[in-house]
T-cell receptor, first 114, second 115 residues
């Protein structure tokens, strides 16, 4: 079972370039999330989509946009990349918005901004 | 402010010995508590959760965790550590309220199990 698939796995960008990170899940989950992971800081929520057709800001949304393309896919876009956005990005999904439901994570996209 | 603390950056344990990875939290409402594990170059994997009921919950790979409401703690434990348990462990809390499946993560604790 694929679970949550993220592409690409690695990317190097120059400051000011744009890029879209792709995420797809095959578990028929309703809710999807984008996080960034920085050393010593755990995971911080960038955006989430509680259900198809809705998106909302998380803790650190500045500099990012998202699109919930359909129930399976949730993309994250950097319009003008900055060195501060160098991080590992994780997409996750959960069956619904209920607090008792574990989130399932992809293997991440390692992004470096020069 | 709502937060999760994992006071140890790294825990070192000999194989076969018991292990504990500590977690304390400060959130509003009744918290739902989770532990996740991350292996190198992989995403987080769910280990176990506490929602309600028995304070000792059991999860994957022989791990268990004890919820202590008075101490606002949710420590991860395993009776006998394996070298393959070496990984990065995250405690996460879903606080009361909010309209979505919100998780607040600790900074992570690296577990090193030595042969």
């Amino acid at each position: 079972n694929a679970g949550v698939t993220q592409t690409p796995k690695f990317q190097v960008l120059k400051t000011g370039q744009s890029m879209t990170l792709q995420c797809a899940q095959d578990m028929n989950h309703n809710s999807m999330y984008w996080y960034r992971q920085d050393p010593g800081m755990g995971l911080r929520l960038i955006y989430y989509s509680a259900s198809e057709g809705t998106t909302d800001k998380g803790e650190v949304p500045n500099g990012y946009n998202v699109s919930r393309l359909n129930k399976r896919e949730f993309s994250l876009r950097l319009e003008s990349a900055a060195p501060s956005q160098t991080s590992v990005y994780f997409c996750a999904s959960s069956e619904g918005r209920g607090r008792n439901q574990p989130q399932h994570f992809g293997d991440g996209t390692r992004l470096s901004i020069l | 402010a709502q937060s999760v603390a994992q006071p140890e950056d790294q825990v070192n344990v000999a194989e076969g010995n018991p292990l504990t990875v500590k977690c304390t939290y400060s959130v509003s409402g009744n918290p739902y508590l989770f532990w996740y594990v991350q292996y190198p170059n992989r995403g987080l994997q769910f280990l176990l959760k506490y929602i309600t009921g028995d304070n000792l919950v059991k999860g994957s790979y022989g791990f268990e965790a004890e919820f202590n409401k008075s101490q606002t703690s949710f420590h991860l434990k395993k009776p006998s550590a394996l070298v393959s348990d070496s990984a990065l462990y995250f405690c996460a809390v879903s606080p009361g309220g909010g309209g979505y499946n919100k998780l607040i993560f600790g900074a992570g604790t690296r577990l090193a199990v030595h042969p």
